[in-house]
């Protein structure tokens, strides 16, 4: 566990982070799905998540020059940001108190989207990383 303790911290920050963005803007780019609004909307946070998520990682391995790094740092982002989001959702009426229900149900598919992502894009960064290193490992 103690050399996963700085990808954990940085999981709680992403994590942390991503949850502040929809605290304080959450009622101005969440609609109610089934929407034109809805529809837009989610495209663009998710390719915003993505971009994201590449840079944050990468950032990520200034820090870890461990082999697999990337890997490690989307395993366990996803799983700390999985089992905080169970609280955030459970809780959401104190945590988001300005989304109605149906932009806690936007929140919810911009989540398991950006979640995929978050194993998705490390994985590729780390089949990158490592075919310049001069290992060849297949995505999957």
């Excluded at 929407?35 to 590449?54: D, E, H, K, P, Q």
């Excluded at 809780?91 to 108190?97: A, D, E, K, L, S």
């Excluded at 936007?106 to 992502?117: E, G, K, P, V």
Aim: glycine share 8%; charged share 10%; aromatic share 18%.
């Amino acid at each position: 566990m103690k050399g996963n303790a700085f990808a954990l911290i940085f999981g709680v920050l992403v994590w942390f982070v991503a949850t502040m963005f929809f605290v304080i803007l959450g009622e101005r780019v969440l609609y109610p799905p089934g929407t034109v609004s809805f529809a837009i909307s989610i495209t663009l946070l998710v390719v915003g998540t993505g971009f994201l998520l590449w840079g944050i990682t990468y950032i990520y391995l200034l820090f870890d020059k461990t082999e697999n790094a990337p890997l490690k740092f989307g395993i366990i982002g996803t799983i700390i940001g999985l089992a905080l989001d169970t609280f955030s959702l459970s809780f959401h009426q104190f945590i988001f108190p300005n989304l109605a229900e149906p932009q806690v149900i936007a929140f919810t598919a911009w989540m398991s989207f950006a979640y995929a992502l978050y194993l998705f894009i490390p994985a590729l960064i780390n089949q990158k990383t490592s075919k310049s290193k001069g290992r060849n490992q297949p995505l999957f």
